[in-house]
């Protein structure tokens, strides 16, 4: 099955600096890469995604690339915020067997830190 | 709030024990997805329902199950508990069941096992 790898498991900035969440995917077949954000104690939010026909998507203050030889896909957030600061997960879809089934696998997650 | 609903927000039982965990999709969504969240493993995929039928399954116990009702409610049953049970049940759902149907999750169902 499919293997998400995402580091770091932590990560501190400094308020304005930018960060950066790498993930690595194990199976080739995966073909889409939603980012969620997670803050505490509230339900994961989708907030960027990517497919696997695009190298580079942005949207504001944060961009996703994705290297499909390299199967290896990073979030970017710019000028960080304090509002910024969640467990962020990586995660990638790989169809199934059956119609119209696939599956997300999730990384295991990076908690951010800003620091004002 | 993403339109999610689930119940109970908070469940404790002993081992052994069986419970059931409800989540009702935002109006208009076919699939629900199920979701094990805990501190070790990250976030699990368990299973998906569209209108009413399986479709995926990840890594789901035996011991765990779900339906999806005909007004696209879902329950997952989970019985002969474990303490290692204990953990942050998701739900999402999504208007299809193509791969790129966004997912919005539910609050959460929070069990824990003693």
């Given amino acids: 099955g499919e293997n998400v790898e995402q580091h770091p498991s932590t990560l501190s900035v400094q308020e304005g600096d930018s960060a950066v969440i790498k993930c690595t995917y194990s199976d080739s077949a995966s073909n889409y890469f939603p980012w969620y954000k997670q803050e505490l104690g509230k339900r994961p939010q989708l907030i960027i995604d990517i497919r696997s026909n695009v190298g580079e998507k942005k949207d504001q203050r944060i961009a996703v690339t994705l290297n499909k030889t390299a199967k290896h896909f990073s979030l970017h957030i710019t000028e960080t915020q304090p509002e910024d600061s969640a467990v962020y997960f990586c995660a990638a879809s790989i169809p199934l067997s059956g119609a119209g089934s696939y599956q997300l696998t999730f990384g295991k997650g990076t908690k951010l830190s800003v620091i004002p | ?114």
């Fill in chain 2, 1 to 114: 709030d993403s339109g999610v609903t689930q119940t109970p927000k908070h469940l404790i039982t002993a081992t052994g024990q069986r419970v059931t965990l409800r989540c009702s999709p935002r109006s208009g969504d076919l699939s629900v997805y199920w979701y094990q969240q805990s501190l070790d493993q990250g976030l699990q995929f368990l299973i998906q329902y569209y209108n009413g039928e399986e479709r995926a399954k990840g890594n789901i116990l035996e011991r765990f199950s779900a339906q999806q009702f005909p007004d696209l409610h879902s329950e997952l049953n989970l019985s002969s508990l474990e303490l290692g049970d204990s953990a942050l049940y998701f739900c999402a759902s999504s208007p299809g069941q193509g791969i790129y149907n966004e997912q919005f999750f539910g609050p959460g169902t929070r069990l824990t096992v003693l």
